[in-house]
């Protein structure tokens, strides 16, 4: 029985007042002046708590609420109304969504999952990952403990090489050699966000965090400094392929280093490097272009340890695969491995468009040990992705102030909430550890294998969406 991962939940409210998703209209004409005013019936004390955030001129209540519209459909007067926001509809774009990121902060507050309401009204399909279904057909029999109680789900993976055979001596001793391995209690990795705005707090809560949490964090070596040397054995320093030399006594000290395999590599360069640091893993990072299938195998017959298929932020491929989503990109990647008998001989990553916690699920599903998770580790720190750190403006949310302690608690507590839902799709499909779902395809329904099988030969073929709309990548 592997030991019991627990995340702690430690409150850490907002900063600033988030930005609601639906605004009250409270008029004060017509109103009956009611002895029993339905503002004192809302269970969410909405109407008590209210108050004006001069800062950032917006009125508290539209975060408090939670929609359920009861105060407007028991006012006698009808003087309540609720109506959009318009702040919330400028949030973010059309993949990471103003409900992703208003969600992400809800966790980091609190720890918990949040509900989304009465039922799921949306779309049959969208974009990138919202085109798979996982298998839930065990929920109807729920374990006598329940999943978060003594039925323990395990959620680590570990990266490195797997021994793929036993081999002897003369004697017919078994000769064990060494393996570098590193296990992390969740199937993530903190990786940069591509923005702007890594400063030294910034980068002090995500090695603080992955400390506190036995995760790892990616920290570009260009943005490092002293103040990160005593969170060491957290830190997966990234780099070029020539940067080794300058490197090398920090990349001796870490369990893992990454290189970014953009330009040509040196036939010699993996060989070199397990030579030279025999306690490191060693990252390779790749493009998910049109290469990879066949780049990933060669790096892992080299000796490769862990390899990272890269997407842009939304999860699109590069090159030739820009209209593909990484799920499609890293089903094709694993299956060639197999195909080649290369699979376990290497740890596969993604990164790039994992924006909530079943997306890692589905992701291993479609082949990935773990994921690199970026941008929403900044959403944990009230980021709005408003893009202004990178046009060289000022953060709203003054983001590169953040304070190192109060980000660890935030980032461990969003950690928690999406641990809880990994293992609520575990559980639902009746896996006991998160390693046995990899690659497992017959798990899940893909949308593009439906409609060529099945719907598209009933109805005909699916109409084109525009982009706008959000159409399948
Ligand atoms: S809509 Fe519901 S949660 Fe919001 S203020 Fe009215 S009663 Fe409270
Ligand atoms: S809130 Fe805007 S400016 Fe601040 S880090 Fe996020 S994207 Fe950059």
């Not at 978060?148 to 036993?166: A, C």
């Not at 299956?335 to 909530?356: E, I, P």
């Amino acid at each position: 029985m592997p030991k019991k991962y627990h995340i702690d939940i430690k409150e850490a409210p907002a900063r600033f007042v988030p930005v609601g998703r639906s605004t009250i209209l409270d008029w004060e004409g017509g109103c009956l002046r009611c002895f029993k005013c339905v503002k004192r019936l809302c269970i969410y004390d909405a109407y008590n708590k209210r108050d004006f955030d001069a800062t950032r001129l917006a009125d508290t209540i539209d975060s408090v609420c939670k929609n359920c519209l009861r105060c407007v459909q028991m006012c006698p007067g009808r003087v309540i109304s609720k109506k959009e926001n318009p702040e919330y509809k400028l949030l973010g774009d059309s993949y990471w969504t103003a409900d992703i990121i208003v969600k992400q902060s809800e966790m980091a507050a609190t720890g918990k999952i949040p509900v989304s309401g009465a039922g799921y009204r949306g779309p049959f399909t969208g974009p990138g990952f919202d085109s798979m279904w996982t298998d839930m057909s065990e929920i109807v029999r729920p374990t006598r403990d329940g999943i978060h109680g003594r039925e323990y789900i395990n959620t680590s993976v570990s990266l490195g090489r797997k021994r793929q055979n036993l081999s002897f001596d003369e004697s017919g001793a078994p000769v064990i050699a060494p393996l570098c391995e590193h296990e992390i209690p969740v199937p993530m990795i903190f990786a940069a966000p591509p923005l702007n705005i890594l400063s030294e707090n910034v980068l002090k809560t995500f090695a603080l965090a992955a400390e506190n949490l036995g995760m790892l964090t990616e920290i570009p070596v260009k943005n490092w400094g002293d103040f990160l040397t005593p969170h060491l054995k957290s830190l997966v320093p990234v780099m070029g392929i020539n940067d080794v030399d300058a490197w090398a006594d920090l990349i001796a000290k870490v369990p893992m280093a990454g290189f970014v395999a953009n330009e040509v590599v040196p036939d010699d360069f993996v060989e070199k490097f397990k030579a030279r640091f025999p306690g490191t893993l060693l990252m390779v990072k790749i493009p998910a272009d049109e290469r990879a299938p066949r780049r990933v195998p060669a790096f892992a017959e080299e000796g490769t340890d862990v390899m990272c298929l890269v997407a842009d932020v939304n999860g699109k491929g590069m090159g030739e695969n820009s209209g593909k989503f990484i799920s499609q990109i890293t089903r094709e990647v694993h299956g060639r491995m197999v195909d080649l008998g290369v699979r376990d001989s290497v740890t596969l990553l993604l990164q790039g468009g994992v924006a909530l916690a079943e997306h890692v699920a589905k992701a291993v599903i479609c082949g990935a040990d773990a994921v690199m998770v970026d941008l929403p580790v900044l959403l944990a720190l009230e980021c709005t992705y408003c893009g202004r750190c990178n046009k060289g403006l000022a953060c709203p949310v003054q983001l590169e102030n953040v304070n190192p302690e109060w980000g660890k608690k935030r980032v461990g507590n969003f950690m928690a909430a999406w641990r809880n839902q990994i293992i609520e799709v575990l559980g639902a499909m009746g896996i006991r550890e998160i390693r046995r779902l990899r690659g497992e395809v017959g798990r899940a329904m893909f949308f593009d294998d439906l409609e060529r099988d099945t719907f598209g030969r009933l109805f005909g073929k699916k109409k084109a969406v525009p982009a706008s709309e959000g159409a399948n990548p």
